[in-house]
T-cell receptor
Framework: QQQVKQSPQSLIVQKGGIPIINCAYE??????FPWYQQFPGKGPALLIA?????SEKKEGRFTISFNKSAKQFSLHIMDSQPGDSATYFC???????????FGKGTKLTVNP | EAGVAQSPRYKIIEKRQSVAFWCNPI?????LYWYQQILGQGPKLLIQFQNNGVVDDSQLPKDRFSAERLKGVDSTLKIQPAKLEDSAVYLCASSRTSLHEQYFGPGTRLTVT
């Protein structure tokens, strides 16, 4: 049972573009929503995370937007660079960073 | 600070054989996780340890998978016997506590033929 649905599966943008990756969850008890970045041959690395008491969080060029009523959250990458080319996973959990449920991932390609 | 170490990085075995993976978490991290990442999917939690005790193994196929974390530091994950559908990347992660960020190792890519 997939509890976090992520889209799109793949995304290609030009350098400087703003890719947007969306996730929707079902379990209203989830209260921790991280995004992970994974490069080929590497493990996922935490990029940014949000809790439902705020609607937006920015860290550098990465922004999470959160819509509690719609049970959706999204990742925006400002001024995207070729080095941002990676697979991005959203995740959700209840009560902390344990028992994370991951989306299926979005492969982002940023062309020069 | 050294990251999470895993070995081997790659393993190819035939179905019905056994295999073991090793993980050394970041020093001082009490919580350790094993994930299975099938190609094209996100990681799926198999088991979570708090020190040397199991917190959650609800998604671990216990008829063939086993894991231990002796002395609350290193951990091993074993599959016996392996099936074709076990082909995946096995990721180990650790965190200071269950409330803190998880740090992932590079994973072990298992191919079962």
């Amino acid at each position: 049972q997939q509890q976090v649905k992520q889209s799109p599966q793949s995304l290609i943008v030009q350098k400087g573009g703003i890719p947007i990756i969306n996730c929707a969850y079902e379990n209203t008890a989830f209260d921790y929503f991280p995004w992970y970045q994974q490069f080929p041959g590497k493990g996922p690395a935490l990029l940014i995370a949000i809790r439902p008491d705020v609607s937006e969080k920015k860290e550098g060029r990465f922004t999470i937007s959160f819509n509690k009523s719609a049970k959706q959250f999204s990742l925006h990458i400002m001024d995207s660079q070729p080095g941002d080319s990676a697979t991005y996973f959203c995740a959700a959990s209840q009560g902390g960073s344990e028992k994370l449920v991951f989306g299926k991932g979005t492969k982002l390609t940023v062309n020069p | 600070e050294a990251g999470v170490a895993q070995s081997p990085r790659y393993k190819i075995i035939e179905k019905r054989q056994s295999v073991a993976f090793w993980c050394n978490p970041i020093s001082g991290h009490a919580t350790l996780y094993w994930y299975q990442q099938i190609l094209g999917q996100g990681p799926k939690l198999l088991i979570q340890f708090q020190n040397n005790g199991v917190v959650d193994d609800s998604q671990l196929p216990k008829d063939r998978f086993s894991a231990e974390r002796l002395k609350g530091v290193d951990s091993t994950l074993k599959i016996q016997p392996a099936k074709l559908e076990d082909s995946a990347v096995y990721l180990c992660a650790s965190s200071r506590t269950s409330l803190h960020e998880q740090y992932f190792g590079p994973g072990t890519r298992l191919t079962v033929t």
